[in-house]
Structures are given as structure tokens and as C-alpha cells.
């Protein structure tokens, strides 16, 4: 036969209220049913054992909402980690009538959310966080909270999406946070993943799209290949970029650009001049090489650029 104990938790949450034991006598009872129901019917068990209860709080918000967390384990003394299973108990009526409670275990639910509060602030601090790693200092602020959501579990999990300005640019984020309000420190909100971000410039975070060959960044990082290139190719003359068929981006701690089909035309400045590469005009009949590469990006390294994966014919 197998057992589980179950430990019950309430955390308290901003605005709620801290409660005893005898208070709610009978929303245990019927919290204990429910989990109990849930546990045998989706788990495949043949008996559920409680265990105590630790806190209670309670929400008035149309009536009592209780926040309630589950922490779970196959046997009392294991030291295998617990599984988590939650509980939102909605209790419509006062006074409190059992009739009038409905629960939802697990499952994220919406929330009405906005900039002032600490966990959204947090999300917005993790994003402008995981774009300095990857060599983007550039602040992004609150513009909006366009869906927010949050499942109670070990704590509450939340989800939201944000809309962000920087400047001119403007990204929508998904971010997710973990807030578990009894613990300090850096523990108390963690963000469970990095965000991902898009908009109508900037690709999707850790995916590669196309860019604009015009984009200053992007002749930046050609003109470094075009000089790595001729560094390397043991050839009298200096070739210059006379066409590229198209450049992709990816974020990925920095900036990594993908050129396409770059065609380097032989010039009439040999390597032993001193001329500007801008002025030296292409050869006729120029001897030309069609070149796929990538130049990798990380402003706070020393050189900042690096070129690999080339190929040309």
C-alpha cells in the first residue's frame, strides 16, 4: 500500500491575513477533502495520510479566498525532495458556508496587476539584469502590465508579460518569477528562467532573424571581418566587401552576426600601403571570393569581436 504525508502550508501573501487554526475549523476539513480527492483520483494511491498545518492566511476579495501550498513526500522520513501541489480555496458567502467554497489545485490563475508592485518591479530588474550579460546596458522601463498570472506553489509562481521601452525601442518580455515571502534575501524572489523578449526591430531573445545590412552595428562588425579576412588569406592585394546577400543576428552572450554570400573583390591597394580600405578602389577583371562567416560580438571583451565558421569560394 502506499502511503503519502502531506505537510500543509499557507504562505501569506501582500494584503492577506494571518489566521489560527481554530478559526476555520471547518475550511481545513474541507481543504484536507479536496486534496485528499485530487491526490487519490490524479496520483493512483490508496490512501492519503495529512499531516499539520503550519499557517493559515486568508484574501477578502468578494468573499474569502485562502492561498494554500502542499508540500508532498512518499514517506515521513524521506530525505528525497518533496513534489509540490496546490490549493486556491474560494469561499463566496459570508459568514462561511462550505456549500458556497470551490477549489482549484494547481493551475495558474489571472491577476490584476500593475507597475507599483514589488514582484512586476522585479521582473523588470531581471530583464534589464539578463540583457547586461550579454553586453546590453541600455535601461528598459515599465510601459505596461499586458497579462499577468500566478499559481501557488511552494510560494507563488508568476508569469508575466510586459511591455518595456528603451528609448526609441519598444519590447514586449515574458518573465517569470518565483516569490516565497518567509525566506531573505536574494531567495525570496528569484526569477525561475531567463526572459524572452521581442519586438518589431530586435529579434526574439536566443533566436536569430534578419537584419539590415545599414544597421551600424552590423557594418561595424563587417568591416572587423573584411581586416580579419585579409589578415589572413595570403594574397598580394586587399579585398573589399563589394556586395552581401543577406546577415542575420542572435543574442547569445553578445551578438553574434551571420553573413551570407559576401562577395570580396581584389582592390588596386596592396597590403603594403598605408591607404584607407574606403579609398581603394576595386581592380578590373578583380579577382572576387564569395565568403559565409560569423562575427561574435561581447563589448566588455578585449578584442570585442571574433570571427569564425568561415567559408569561401
Not at 45 to 52: A, C, P, T, Y
Not at 124 to 150: C, H, I, P
Request: glycine share 6%; with cysteine.
Amino acid at each position: 500500500m502506499l502511503y503519502l504525508w502531506i505537510l500543509l502550508t499557507l504562505v501569506a501573501i501582500p494584503s492577506a491575513n494571518p489566521m489560527t487554526l481554530a478559526d476555520n475549523d471547518e475550511v481545513i476539513a474541507f481543504a484536507f477533502k479536496e486534496i485528499a480527492t485530487y491526490l487519490l483520483t490524479t496520483k493512483n494511491l490508496d490512501e492519503v495520510i495529512m499531516g499539520n498545518l503550519i499557517y493559515i492566511s486568508t484574501e477578502l476579495r468578494l468573499g474569502r479566498r485562502f492561498y494554500i501550498n502542499l508540500l508532498v513526500t512518499t514517506e515521513p522520513d524521506s530525505t528525497e525532495l518533496p513534489t509540490m501541489v496546490a490549493l486556491f480555496l474560494t469561499c463566496i458567502a459570508l459568514p462561511l458556508t462550505l456549500v458556497n467554497c470551490a477549489s482549484i489545485l494547481g493551475g495558474f490563475q489571472p491577476l490584476q496587476i500593475d507597475g507599483s508592485n514589488t514582484n512586476v518591479q522585479y521582473a523588470v530588474k531581471t530583464v534589464n539584469e539578463f540583457y547586461a550579460r550579454q553586453g546590453d546596458n541600455a535601461v528598459r522601463t515599465l510601459v505596461s502590465v499586458l497579462q499577468a498570472e500566478s499559481q501557488i506553489v511552494a510560494g507563488t509562481h508568476y508569469k508575466f508579460t510586459l511591455k518595456l521601452s528603451s528609448g526609441t525601442t519598444t519590447e514586449v518580455c515574458e518573465v517569470e518569477v518565483w516569490a516565497r515571502a518567509w525566506l531573505n534575501g536574494g531567495e525570496a524572489l528569484q526569477s525561475t528562467k531567463d526572459p524572452v523578449c521581442t519586438n518589431g526591430k530586435r529579434q526574439l531573445v536566443g533566436g536569430e532573424s534578419a537584419i539590415d545590412i545599414k544597421d551600424p552595428e552590423v557594418q561595424k562588425a563587417l568591416d572587423f571581418a573584411v581586416t580579419a579576412l585579409n589578415a589572413r588569406e595570403n594574397f598580394m592585394y586587399l579585398r573589399k566587401a563589394v556586395s552581401v546577400s543577406r546577415v542575420t543576428s542572435q543574442v547569445v552572450a553578445g551578438i553574434s552576426f551571420h553573413f551570407y554570400g559576401v562577395q570580396l573583390s581584389a582592390t588596386n591597394c596592396d597590403k603594403m600601403s598605408t591607404h584607407q580600405l574606403n579609398s581603394c578602389a576595386v581592380a578590373d577583371g578583380a579577382d572576387t571570393q564569395t565568403c559565409d562567416f560569423k562575427v561574435w560580438w561581447q563589448s566588455w571583451t578585449t578584442p570585442e569581436y571574433q570571427i569564425n565558421s568561415i567559408n569561401c569560394s
